[in-house]
């Protein structure tokens, strides 16, 4: 089985530009989530989506950051402006609808704002 | 609200020595509870979970957890260490009333010492 995908793997950017991250779940999966990991913190849920519907993004910056899951499978996650404080990695993690509380992970993006 | 505090940002040990990485939570209901670890670049991987049922349990690698209710603990633990063992070590928290979101602690890097 195929795991999750993301690209690219390293983002390097000057603050201020804009940036997007994809992800590929799990075949199947119907839950997604994009998790913010900053250096010496564990991952923080930014958003999570059911098919292609928001469960919840409360700790989502929508004054910077957007994200969508068009048909239910593939996701993006924008930033526009980047600043310095968003250097971090960027996981994205799947689930399917009967195990939600299991989640798989991918290998995340390195993204460094300068 | 859920939460998780991993004591020890850093634990070394020797080969062959016992792992012990600490985790304490905070939960208004039963929890799930999860221990991940996460190798250099790479995504989180599970090791292993509590959700309901016995209260030690065994995941990959030869590590096991054991929940104690009565001092909301979930120790991760592993008799022998091997130097394929470090890494950094994720302990996470969630409840089916949160929509299962994860809430992961600040992480245990583990250092093997041959």
């Known amino acids: 089985e195929a795991g999750v995908a993301q690209s690219p793997r390293y983002k390097i950017i000057e603050k201020r530009q804009s940036v997007a991250f994809w992800c590929n779940p799990i075949?199947?999966?119907?839950?997604l989530y994009w998790y913010q990991q900053i250096l010496g913190q564990g991952p923080k849920l930014l958003i999570q989506?059911?098919?292609?519907?928001?469960?919840?993004d409360s700790q989502l910056p929508k004054d910077r950051f957007s994200a969508e899951r068009l048909k239910g499978v593939d996701s993006t996650l924008k930033i526009q402006p980047a600043k310095l404080e968003d250097s971090a990695v960027y996981l994205c993690?799947?689930?399917?609808?009967?195990?939600?509380?299991?989640?798989?992970f991918g290998p995340g993006t390195r993204l460094t704002v300068t | 609200a859920q939460s998780v505090t991993q004591l020890g940002s850093h634990v070394s040990v020797s080969e062959g020595a016992l792992v012990l990485l600490r985790c304490n939570y905070s939960?208004?209901?039963?929890?799930?509870l999860f221990w991940y670890v996460q190798y250099p670049n790479q995504g989180l991987q599970l090791l292993l979970k509590?959700?309901?049922?016995?209260?030690l349990v065994k995941g990959i690698n030869g590590f096991e957890a054991e929940f104690k209710k009565s001092e909301t603990s979930f120790h991760l633990t592993k008799p022998s260490a091997h130097m394929s063992d470090a890494a950094e070590y994720f302990c996470?928290?969630?409840?089916?009333?949160?929509?299962?979101?994860?809430?992961f602690g600040t992480g245990t890097s583990l250092t093997v010492i041959p």
């Open positions: 989506f059911q098919n292609n519907g928001v469960v919840d």
């Open positions: 996470a928290v969630s409840a089916p009333n949160t929509g299962n979101q994860f809430y």
């Open positions: 939960s208004s209901v039963p929890p799930y």
């Open positions: 075949s199947g999966h119907a839950t």
């Open positions: 509590y959700t309901t049922g016995a209260t």
């Open positions: 993690a799947s689930s399917h609808w009967t195990d939600s509380y299991e989640q798989y």
